[in-house]
């Protein structure tokens, strides 16, 4: 019998060594809390916390001349045209349907493109690239070497730029959302998945783990997958594989946003022309009124008879209440019913995000 052994992140002893409670995350050996999935939460949402997303895949993207360029405009649903050095970009890849093969943040260098992707899809991602590859004049180079953190919380960059110097401290204070700038083999940008400010940091593995332990030496809160998941629910952000996979698109996913439809060919376009003519179903935030708490997959019932599902599902620390990202018939507005345990809730229909930046912002529809 062949025993199947869990990658591990450069951060793994540093995770047991503050008190991780280990789990298998796509293939990974991931902390899910450090004792309190509760107190990590608020962590961040008060002060600052910081997580080992290095099980994200990093992948950088080059070509001669326009080739990389060329090659992304085809490959993503938004276009990297719209962004100038150093900035960055969220969006879809898509599969000739119009499916979410993966989202992803694009970063435009001086000298190319990298690609942050994520671990569950690492494998039908790098194939999908390769495949869609020719033609163009491009290099797809895998980065395993480097490691990944996030930095998150009203008090993050604060406390992150106190404990650096020169270009990387002046870039932590200084960088616009979505903006990143890069240091020798360190690549700084302010952008995150919690709904609070802060960074995330690609850095040697070794970097990674000298920082780590200077920003808990600091007081900043090492951050679970469970708190992460909660907060991310809370900011109104998709998580692949519950929230969109290849057989949903992002019109459905509420990453319409994500989508640039302009005179360019891109994989999957046609079919997003179709169903936006043709209507699509929507997604949406519902906060249940009542005791409980909202799970993925369970049935949302509308008052015309019509279905939808929950996708993603929570308890909200912040708002004290069960929210959900739901997929319901398009136009969904007021009160809807929710099966828990076969028995039917109600549950208010609202726009996300739930909470951003510590407040509570979601409207109801």
């Known amino acids: 019998m062949v025993l199947f052994m869990a990658h591990r992140t450069a951060l793994y002893d ?5 008190g991780g409670k280990m789990v298998d995350f796509g293939g990974w050996d991931m902390p899910i809390n450090y004792g309190s999935q509760i107190e990590e939460h608020h962590a961040v949402r008060q002060n600052a916390g910081v997580f080992d997303v290095s099980h994200m895949t990093v992948v950088d ?5 326009a080739g990389a360029r060329d090659y992304l405009r085809q ?27 993966d989202d992803l943040i694009v970063y435009k260098q001086d000298n190319g493109y990298r690609l942050v992707v994520n671990c569950a899809t690492r494998e039908t991602d790098l194939d999908w690239m390769e495949k869609q590859a020719g033609g163009f004049a491009v290099d797809i180079h895998e980065r395993p070497e480097l490691a990944m953190l996030a930095i998150q919380g009203p008090k993050a960059r604060e406390i992150l730029a106190g404990l650096l110097s020169g270009a990387r401290a002046e870039a932590v204070s200084s960088l ?14 302010r952008t995150g998945y919690t709904g609070e400010d802060g960074v995330e940091i690609m850095l040697p593995n070794a970097d990674a783990v000298t920082l780590w332990g200077q920003l808990l030496a600091a007081g900043v809160a090492p951050i679970g997958l469970g708190a992460r998941d909660t907060l991310r629910l809370e900011a109104g952000l998709n998580l692949y594989g519950n929230d969109m996979d290849n057989t949903i698109t992002p019109w459905e996913a509420n990453m319409g946003w994500t989508v640039m439809l302009n005179d360019r060919e891109f994989i999957g376009r046609q079919p997003l022309l179709n169903q936006q003519e043709n209507g699509h179903a929507e997604q ?4 249940l009124e009542g005791k409980g708490v909202l799970r993925a997959h369970q049935k ?7 279905e939808g599902e929950i996708t993603s599902g929570t308890f909200s620390p912040t708002l004290g209440k069960s929210i ?11 009160k809807v019913d929710v099966e828990i345990r076969n028995k039917r809730q109600v549950a208010q229909v609202v726009k996300p995000p739930f909470v951003r930046n510590g407040e509570v912002v979601y409207k109801e529809l």
Not at 82 to 93: N, P, Q, V
Not at 324 to 334: H, W, Y
């Open 14 to 18: 540093a995770h047991l060594a503050a």
């Open 61 to 65: 993207i080059a070509g001669a001349g």
């Open 75 to 101: 490959l993503l649903a938004n276009d990297v045209d719209r962004i100038d050095s150093g900035r960055a970009l969220y969006t879809g890849m898509l599969n000739d349907n119009g499916g979410v093969i």
């Open 176 to 189: 616009k959302i979505f903006a990143f700038a890069q240091d020798g083999d360190w690549m700084i940008a």
């Open 284 to 287: 949406v935030g519902l906060i």
């Open 300 to 306: 949302v019932l509308m008052p015309n008879g019509e």
């Open 324 to 334: 959900a990202l739901a997929r319901l018939p398009a136009g969904a507005t007021g």
